[in-house]
């Protein structure tokens, strides 16, 4: 089955600056990559998703890069500001599977 | 905006005994998920749900977890006998299209505590 490796785990950045949260996922068949938002107390939301028939894709402030040949995508966040500071996850989906396999988290931490 | 909602927001339960895990998913929505995180891990696909049938279910999701849905609203995550590696965060999630290529709306989790 699909195995999706997440890194890092933490990550710290003055506000302001970029975040950078990077995923590998092992099943060649995948062609749906989430990304979902999680806040204290709360189920993850969609922030953004790529589809393996596009490389690059950007909303605002967020974007999200895909490699199929290298099977990693990254989420890219600019100008980060405090309500960034949450947990993301990174998914892959659509090879066979019904679910989405989630990778373990990056807790986001905007320092003011 | 229409959401999807999950009752109750916390169970504390003892071991063995039966927990019924309830959501409303979104109503014109065709696809109906439990997930399952652990504290501090990541989140786990149990099962997923469609045309009145389970139509894929992880390892994790063995003989004592079932689900139902009831009526054209609800959509129940029942666990038979409780065990402690049970205690975790339940999301329902539903979805328009297949969740594994179109987005899941999440609730806001069942919180489960078996003592």
């Known amino acids: 089955g699909e195995n999706v490796e997440q890194h890092p785990s933490t990550l710290s950045v003055q506000e302001g600056d970029s975040a950078v949260i990077k995923c590998t996922y092992s099943?060649?068949?995948?062609?749906?990559f989430p990304w979902y938002k999680q806040e204290l107390g709360k189920g993850p939301q969609l922030i953004i998703d790529?589809?393996?028939?596009?490389g690059e894709k950007k909303d605002q402030r967020i974007a999200v890069t895909l490699n199929k040949t290298a099977k990693h995508f990254s989420l890219h966040i600019t100008e980060t500001q405090p309500e960034d500071s949450a947990v993301y996850f990174c998914?892959?989906?659509?090879?066979?599977?019904?679910?989405?396999?989630f990778g373990k988290g990056t807790h986001l931490i905007i320092q003011p | 905006e229409p959401e999807v909602t999950q009752t109750p927001s916390h169970q504390v339960t003892q071991m063995g005994q039966e927990v019924i895990l309830r959501c409303v998913p979104i109503?014109?929505?065709?696809?109906f998920y439990w997930y399952r995180q652990i504290l501090g891990q990541k989140v786990e696909f149990l099962v997923s749900?469609?045309?009145?049938?389970?139509?894929?279910k992880s390892e994790i999701f063995d003989d004592q977890f079932s689900v139902e849905r009831p009526d054209g609203s609800n959509f129940t995550l029942k666990i038979r006998s409780t065990k402690l590696e049970d205690s975790a965060m339940y999301f329902c999630?539903?979805?328009?299209?297949?969740?594994?290529?179109?987005?899941?709306?999440f609730g806001e989790g069942s919180r489960l505590t078996v003592l």
């Open positions: 998914a892959a989906g659509g090879g066979g599977a019904d679910g989405l396999t």
């Open positions: 790529i589809r393996s028939n596009v």
């Open positions: 099943d060649s068949a995948s062609n749906y």
């Open positions: 749900f469609y045309n009145n049938e389970i139509s894929e």
């Open positions: 109503s014109n929505h065709l696809y």
């Open positions: 999630a539903s979805s328009k299209t297949s969740g594994s290529t179109g987005e899941l709306f």
